[in-house]
């Protein structure tokens, strides 16, 4: 979901709030996808990335990110 962005409007419309946890090899696959060659995987993984930094902004949410090794 913050690959495209549907879990900020999920937010915004009021559905979720409170903890949501990222844990690092989801940060990791996004920032692959972003350093990726091709157009359209670097374009999915900075929107990813913005999302999550939007997240962070947003009132009633608390982004928390896991330092889980899997």
Do not use: C, N, Y
């Not at 920032?31 to 929107?47: E, I, N, T």
């Not at 999302?51 to 009633?60: I, N, T, Y």
């Amino acid at each position: 979901m913050a690959i495209d962005g549907r879990i900020l409007d999920v937010v915004r419309a009021g559905f979720l709030h409170g903890k949501v946890l990222v844990p690092t090899p989801v940060l990791g696959e996004l920032q692959g996808f972003a350093d990726a060659a091709d157009d359209a995987r670097r374009a999915k993984g900075r929107r990813g990335l913005e999302v999550l930094e939007a997240l962070k902004r947003e009132p009633g949410v608390s982004l928390e990110v896991l330092d889980l090794d899997v």
